[in-house]
């Protein structure tokens, strides 16, 4: 596609559940990156893939948080037992040779 | 590790008059820097970055910065801003290959006419 695509641009969820958010990123690009936007904040880095890899993840909160790349392609970010606090927008970013980071449009997840 | 600060929350600036925003770092290394701006409904977008050479570095939308490593600082100036200009900016400080990137908390720019 163009550009870094996100879904669902949306989602509400009940404390305690399990939710999915994934990631198209740029063809092509070997790096996949996810960040954590909360409100008045810059965003905050979690964990990058190169390739279907994980080379960073110091950035999960938590064990509930876990993200995949089995493909090398698209990425989905997995939160199990969502807590309130897990409310943010979720960005996901892209980069190929140049190294710089193509971001997507985000999923704002809400925690009820 | 890696930090990143934005002293300034927010900054009301007049069309047509200079802009400045501030940029402190702590790297232990030579750092990868980047400035990035978000409208409201858009993406984030990358203005400019520097990696290496000159210290000065030109972006997008007028906009330049310029990397003092004695200072630890990356500021971002603009000679005439435009009132599209309002947005937020966010500073960012990469490792190495600059995969693990640390962003700022922001400054919200207001332009008024």
């Known amino acids: 596609g163009a550009g870094v695509s996100q879904t669902p641009s949306n989602k509400v969820t009940e404390k305690g559940k399990y939710v999915e958010l994934r990631c198209d990123p740029i063809s092509g690009h070997t790096a996949l990156y996810w960040y954590r936007q909360s409100l008045g904040q810059g965003p905050e880095f979690l964990i990058y893939f190169q390739g279907t890899g994980a080379a960073d993840d110091s950035g999960l909160p938590n064990d509930r948080f876990f993200a995949v790349r089995p493909e090398g392609s698209v990425s989905t970010l997995k939160i199990q037992r969502t807590e309130r606090g897990d409310s943010a927008v979720y960005l996901c970013a892209s980069s190929g040779d140049t190294g710089e980071q193509f971001f997507g449009p985000g999923t704002r997840l809400t925690v009820l | 590790a890696q930090s990143v600060t934005q002293p300034d929350i927010h900054i009301t600036v007049s069309e047509g008059a200079s802009l400045e925003l501030r940029c402190n770092y702590s790297?232990?290394?030579?750092?990868?820097l980047f400035w990035y701006v978000q409208s409201p409904g858009q993406g984030l977008q990358l203005l400019l970055k520097?990696?290496?050479?000159?210290?000065l570095v030109q972006g997008i939308k007028g906009f330049e910065a310029e990397f003092k490593r004695s200072q630890s600082s990356f500021n971002l100036r603009k000679p005439s801003v435009h009132w599209s200009d309002a947005a937020e900016y966010f500073c960012?400080?990469?490792?190495?290959?600059?995969?693990?990137?640390?962003f700022g908390a922001g400054t919200r720019l207001f332009v008024k006419a």
């Open positions: 520097y990696f290496s050479g000159d210290t």
């Open positions: 960012a400080v990469g490792n190495t290959g600059g995969f693990k990137t640390i």
């Open positions: 790297y232990g290394a030579t750092p990868y």
